[in-house]
């Protein structure tokens, strides 16, 4: 037994299997405690991975199980690029493994993905401090635990598609020095090629980093800086030309959508003071992850001990020291400086989910830290003890003048006792007895994996139930597929009261609605217009009327509730408390409108309520299409007294309240996001009902009333449905259709105008029209004519084009110095 477990101890793999194992099994635990499931009933879906990643990944393994295509999908707003949306979210090597994934189990999948990047974070981060330190010293995994656990995963663990590039930085610097001391550059293309490919936009960081680090490589050096530079430059730019087959696609996109354009800014702000900032390193600290500007700056509590050591470590040569010491000063100051802030974030401000490079500072800290501690020799007790006091007036001086909301007394306490903690550890370390180094690396042990796991425990991991979020999509599919079996065409079915607005995704079918990063910005602007929600990064199916509707082809709902029978919608189905509804009005993707329309109806112009009363007058009605109701202001609510049989909306303009409810007789309808601004559906009422509008978050709410008038309704759908395209057949990626066109007019379809698509009548490729600067629409004249609309997602054929030139460079620059020196072994 002893001489196993002294074969145990020496095997130099050993500290990088525990930089693994460590972190994920810490990780693993706090997930077990957390009762994520299959250890109980929670499930690891923290914001955005609740609302975007589970339905993209469930979208994305769909496709790879049906080989549906991953170029286009309708399963994600009225239709979306997925080639782009893969370059955002889902271009990691590692999703591909969701082809074994069991379509139940999607959100256990990427918790897995989770720990086992955690884990491989603290692997290549141990690898990197064995490699360049020709350190294979158990110190290396204690280290590795708090790059792996570090504030930014502590706080972004759940962005899964940024954590490859966490994985993957040590081994891209490790490349970067190999190259510069003029060594092969195959480890720097590679690993900076995949961290582009896997995510484009944490690699904007990387890339900005790898250039700062790249000028104190040179600035070390005292030959070869010529040779040096240029394989830098070389290396760099084939990396890059490999992830050219998503970022060129990525580009197009990102300019159609609320993203799109640079606007640097024009005057100096400063976050923050340098105590606020440096308060952040305290244990415990909660993760800054959706508002505000505070970096998560947690990477061990030792860390400003380490720091102030590293500081006054005489064996660490000064020339090395300052710029790096430099570059800790400008991260400092980057993350406090708006207009390096907007640098650091690919020319952008982050919408939420401030100072995404600290996964950068925490490994610059670390590899200064370790190097202090490895450098045993120039910790005298004095400089320990020195560097500790530091360390702790640091906490001191935090506690006197920064704000004690953001990091509590009780962190800073702890925090310092860590810090003491350690540096008792450092002074005992000093004694050369064996037995007592021995023991200080077994409390070492313990005390770096206590902080670590409590640290995640309190501040990361949020969990929700995943009964409420999973119960039902079986029943969204089988109501579906019911739909599908109804209706062989193409049609679109969303739902009341959603979970999320890609909710589509998750259980297979067309929508209207989307939350994404990389949404069409003209579509979400019409949908906001007409009264609907639409925003920088969403447009969602909440406010449509009965024409808007119909003009999106929104053939079914889904609701959680039995709905009032109406002339405009009729009962279909049941599922387990779910009702699928078919609306009655529907027209078809392709139908004819007057060639002028847009010159008769700007949607721009005034109130959503106008704007679809316009509209209703220029498709041929002679009234108002919404009609105003009386509403009053009673104890705060307001009352809606309904004289008259008919479909009824509300419209809430004031933004006090973001969730309202509507009382009708035994009916209640919960509104959310109601600061969206978009009009309510309060359903078919009967004349005699009040319908009642209250609102907790505010003391008084006031929402006028409108009436659907029926026969203007009726006057328009007439117009839009007199010429409509019959639909021969769609895939993801190509319609072909035809229609008989009685008057000459335009075919609008409601197909997002997405650069992509190339538009085909009768067989010869035409310019399509862009009706509301939204939505394809294709001039025609009288007669029959066959439609087909083709998709390709735009600037792939480019990028793949530069990415295969890139590799075959890379490899010819690879391959042919080794034929040549194996030729001339052989001569």
């Known amino acids: 037994m002893k001489e196993r477990l002294l074969r145990i101890k020496n095997n130099k793999k050993m500290p990088l299997i525990l930089a693994f194992c460590i972190p994920f099994f810490l990780a693993l635990g706090v997930c077990i405690g957390h009762e994520i499931y299959p250890f109980g009933n929670q499930c690891f879906l923290h914001i955005d991975m609740y609302h975007q990643y589970a339905p993209f990944f469930t979208e994305f393994m769909n496709k790879l199980k049906s080989g549906s295509g991953l170029l286009y999908t309708w399963n994600l707003g009225l239709g979306t690029d997925f080639v782009s949306l893969m370059a955002y979210y889902l271009s990691s090597p590692f999703n591909w493994l969701l082809l074994l994934c069991p379509s139940n189990l999607v959100i256990e999948f990427m918790t897995v993905l989770i720990l086992i990047k955690t884990g491989l974070s603290g692997l290549t981060f141990a690898f990197y401090l064995n490699r360049h330190y020709k350190d294979n010293g158990y110190r290396i995994a204690l280290f590795a635990v708090f790059y792996a656990l570090s504030g930014f995963m502590c706080a972004y663990n759940w962005d899964i598609m940024w954590l490859d590039t966490v994985v993957l930085l040590p081994l891209i610097l490790l490349g970067l020095e190999r190259l510069v001391e003029g060594k092969k550059m195959t480890l720097y293309v590679v690993?900076?090629?995949?961290?582009?490919?896997?995510?484009?936009?944490?690699?904007?960081?990387?890339?900005?980093?790898?250039?700062?680090?790249?000028?104190?490589?040179?600035?070390?050096?005292?030959?070869?800086?010529?040779?040096?530079?240029?394989?830098?430059?070389?290396?760099?730019?084939?990396?890059?030309?490999?992830?050219?087959?998503?970022?060129?696609?990525?580009?197009?996109?990102?300019?159609?959508?609320?993203?799109?354009?640079?606007?640097?800014?024009?005057?100096?702000?400063?976050?923050?003071?340098?105590?606020?900032?440096?308060?952040?390193?305290?244990?415990?600290?909660?993760?800054?992850?959706?508002?505000?500007?505070?970096?998560?700056?947690?990477?061990?509590?030792?860390?400003?001990?380490?720091?102030?050591?590293?500081?006054?470590?005489?064996?660490?040569?000064?020339?090395?020291?300052?710029?790096?010491?430099?570059?800790?000063?400008?991260?400092?100051?980057?993350?406090?400086?708006?207009?390096?802030?907007?640098?650091?974030?690919?020319?952008?401000?982050?919408?939420?989910?401030?100072?995404?490079?600290?996964?950068?500072?925490?490994?610059?800290?670390?590899?200064?830290?370790?190097?202090?501690?490895?450098e045993e020799r120039g910790n005298s007790i004095f400089k320990i003890l020195f560097a500790f006091l530091l360390a702790e007036l640091v906490l001191v001086l935090c506690f006197r003048f920064t704000d004690l909301e953001q990091v509590t007394p009780e962190q800073m306490l702890l925090t310092g006792l860590l810090i003491l903690g350690y540096a008792l550890l450092l002074l005992f370390y000093r004694r050369k007895d064996k037995t007592m180094r021995t023991i200080v690396s077994i409390f070492a042990v313990i005390l770096v994996c206590a902080e670590a796991g409590v640290n995640l425990d309190t501040t990361s991991i949020s969990t929700t139930s995943r009964t409420l979020y999973t119960q039902h999509l079986e029943d969204y599919k089988t109501l579906a597929e019911t739909a599908g079996a109804e209706d062989d065409g193409f049609f679109r079915m969303d739902k009341f009261n959603r979970m999320t607005k890609n909710e589509s995704a998750l259980s297979n079918y067309a929508s209207a609605s989307i939350f994404s990063s990389l949404i069409n910005k003209d579509v979400a602007d019409f949908y906001r217009e007409m009264g609907m929600e639409g925003g920088k990064n969403y447009y969602c199916y909440n406010g449509a009327t009965m024409l808007t509707s119909s003009l999106l082809s929104v053939k079914y709902i889904l609701t959680d509730s039995a709905e009032e029978e109406s002339p405009y919608r009729s009962l279909i189905s049941e599922q387990n408390g779910i009702y699928l509804y078919e609306n009655t009005y529907t027209l078809p993707l392709g139908f004819m409108v007057d060639s002028d329309l847009t010159e008769k109806w700007d949607f721009t112009l005034g109130t959503p309520i106008m704007a679809q009363n316009e509209l209703a007058y220029a498709l041929g009605a002679t009234e108002n299409l919404l009609e105003p109701v009386d509403a009053e202001l009673h104890d705060g609510k307001t009352v809606i007294q309904v004289t008259e049989t008919g479909y009824y909306y509300g419209y809430y303009t004031m933004k006090d309240?973001?969730?309202?409810?509507?009382?009708?007789?035994?009916?209640?309808?919960?509104?959310?996001?109601?600061?969206?601004?978009?009009?309510?559906?309060?359903?078919?009422?009967?004349?005699?009902?009040?319908?009642?509008?209250?609102?907790?978050?505010?003391?008084?709410?006031?929402?006028?009333?409108?009436?659907?008038?029926?026969?203007?309704?009726?006057?328009?759908?007439?117009?839009?449905?007199?010429?409509?395209?019959?639909?021969?057949?769609?895939?993801?990626?190509?319609?072909?259709?035809?229609?008989?066109?009685?008057?000459?007019?335009?075919?609008?379809?409601?197909?997002?105008?997405?650069?992509?698509?190339?538009?085909?009548?009768?067989?010869?490729?035409?310019?399509?029209?862009?009706?509301?600067?939204?939505?394809?629409?294709?001039?025609?004249?009288?007669?029959?004519?066959?439609?087909?609309?083709?998709?390709?997602?735009?600037?792939?054929?480019?990028?793949?084009?530069?990415?295969?030139?890139?590799?075959?460079?890379?490899?010819?620059?690879?391959?042919?110095?080794?034929?040549?020196?194996?030729?001339?072994?052989?001569?």
């Open 657 to 827: 309240a973001k969730t309202v409810t509507a009382t009708t007789g035994n009916r209640t309808r919960t509104f959310s996001k109601c600061d969206h601004v978009y009009l309510l559906d309060l359903g078919y009422c009967e004349a005699g009902e009040d319908i009642t509008l209250t609102s907790a978050d505010t003391d008084q709410i006031l929402v006028q009333g409108y009436r659907l008038n029926d026969a203007a309704f009726q006057a328009a759908y007439h117009t839009l449905s007199q010429q409509t395209m019959e639909l021969k057949s769609y895939s993801d990626s190509r319609i072909e259709g035809s229609i008989n066109v009685k008057k000459a007019g335009t075919l609008l379809l409601s197909v997002p105008d997405d650069e992509g698509w190339h538009v085909f009548v009768d067989g010869e490729e035409v310019d399509y029209e862009h009706f509301c600067d939204a939505f394809i629409s294709i001039p025609l004249k009288e007669g029959s004519h066959d439609i087909i609309l083709k998709y390709t997602t735009p600037n792939l054929k480019l990028g793949a084009l530069l990415s295969g030139g890139a590799l075959f460079l890379f490899l010819c620059i690879t391959w042919i110095p080794v034929v040549v020196r194996k030729r001339g072994e052989r001569a």
């Open 191 to 374: 690993t900076l090629a995949v961290s582009i490919l896997s995510n484009y936009y944490i690699s904007i960081m990387v890339c900005i980093y790898l250039v700062l680090y790249f000028v104190i490589l040179i600035l070390e050096q005292k030959s070869g800086i010529g040779k040096a530079i240029l394989k830098f430059a070389v290396g760099s730019i084939l990396a890059g030309g490999m992830g050219a087959i998503l970022i060129l696609p990525e580009i197009v996109a990102l300019n159609g959508s609320g993203s799109g354009g640079i606007s640097f800014p024009e005057k100096m702000e400063w976050y923050f003071g340098l105590l606020d900032e440096a308060a952040r390193f305290c244990i415990g600290v909660e993760p800054s992850s959706t508002v505000g500007h505070m970096p998560n700056l947690y990477c061990g509590a030792a860390i400003l001990l380490l720091l102030f050591l590293y500081l006054l470590n005489r064996r660490i040569r000064i020339g090395a020291k300052i710029p790096r010491l430099l570059l800790v000063a400008f991260f400092f100051v980057s993350f406090a400086n708006n207009k390096l802030d907007f640098i650091w974030h690919g020319f952008h401000f982050p919408d939420g989910l401030p100072a995404r490079q600290t996964f950068l500072f925490a490994f610059l800290l670390l590899t200064l830290g370790y190097e202090a501690v490895r």
